[in-house]
């Protein structure tokens, strides 16, 4: 009887789960600099990933397991050697960057159509709202086809990395779908 409370409390409150989300994105969108905002709370100075960051944090009861992946045209082939358990996906765009919107959304579809990520929920910061001529959350969801989602959980949240706007509302939202969909 103990472990039938001690599961059920588990699955409430999230107590002692863990999670593998995986930050995706093309090369400059933020990416990395998001994954250090959830971290450390502050803005570290990067350079471009070549390969991978992992870091594992803690967030409303949660244990993360945050996977910061390159988003260089020749690193994103590999993208899906790290798709298998991932819970959630977090696609940045670089919301200034406007002639390679279609790119990213490519991109984007072509990684959703993978068997492994059939589950995963989709949350799309529209990163660099901080910046002159950056597209609208709704301008990036229009170019990147989001309602062409039908079968998914997908939110998009304008954000900027390096003040943090953005970053705490999009991550509440993802943890409680997740947390919806596992129960």
């Known amino acids: 009887m103990g472990n039938f409370f001690s599961s059920m409390f588990d699955r409430l409150w999230g107590v002692n ?107 799309v910061f529209a990163n660099k709202q901080d910046q002159p001529a950056a597209l609208s959350a709704s301008e990036v969801s229009r170019e990147l086809n989001l309602v062409e989602l039908k079968d998914r959980s997908w939110s998009i949240v304008a954000s900027s990395a390096t003040n943090g706007d953005g970053i705490s509302e999009g991550l509440d939202w993802l943890i409680d779908v997740v947390r919806e969909e596992q129960m």
């Open 17 to 123: 789960r863990e999670m593998r989300i995986l930050i995706l994105g093309l090369d400059g969108a933020g990416k990395t600099t998001i994954l250090y905002r959830l971290q450390i709370g502050e803005v570290v100075t990067t350079k471009p990933t070549i390969g991978f960051n992992v870091e594992t944090l803690v967030y409303k009861n949660l244990k993360l397991n945050v996977w910061d992946l390159g988003g260089q045209t020749s690193i994103r082939p590999y993208w899906r050697c790290y798709y298998s358990n991932t819970a959630a996906v977090i696609f940045v765009v670089d919301s200034t960057d406007r002639d390679r919107m279609p790119t990213a959304a490519h991109e984007l579809h072509l990684m959703l159509r993978e068997d492994e990520l059939q589950d995963a929920a989709l949350l």
